[in-house]
């Protein structure tokens, strides 16, 4: 049974940190691309960055520079680290996991977790 959990998320105000972790089990994780996604409120969910299993990543343009996204294969655990944050990154933030023969945004979800920015 595939499983894939995030936590991390809280409240924080604008200009701070937050680290976000995703552990999955029941997948092979070292083979899997990993990405963190977002949905904030009224708004379609979007990807935020995304990262092969040879450690290449990729961001959405709105977050490079601000956020790092890494893996530890060991721990079977993707991260992302959100550095400089604004209100509009206030959102649910989802961890998928999909091995590379799987469309960009299937794969295996988490549940989400809550980051909400406040002035």
């Known amino acids: 049974q595939v499983q894939v959990v995030e936590s991390g998320g809280g409240l924080v105000q604008a200009g701070g940190s937050l680290r976000l972790s995703c552990a999955a089990s029941?997948?092979?994780?070292?083979?899997?691309?990993m990405g963190w996604y977002r949905q904030a409120p009224g708004k379609q969910r979007e990807l935020v960055a995304s990262i092969t299993p040879d450690g290449s990543t990729n961001y959405a343009d709105s977050e490079k520079g601000r956020f790092t996204i890494s893996r530890d294969n060991a721990k079977n655990t993707v991260y992302l680290q959100m550095n400089s944050l604004k209100l509009e990154d206030t959102a649910v933030y989802y961890c998928?996991?999909?091995?590379?023969?799987?469309?960009?945004?299937?794969?295996?979800w988490g549940q989400g977790t809550q980051v909400t920015v406040s002035s």
């Open positions: 998928n996991a999909r091995y590379d023969y799987m469309t960009t945004g299937l794969g295996y």
């Open positions: 029941g997948i092979i994780f070292s083979i899997c691309v």
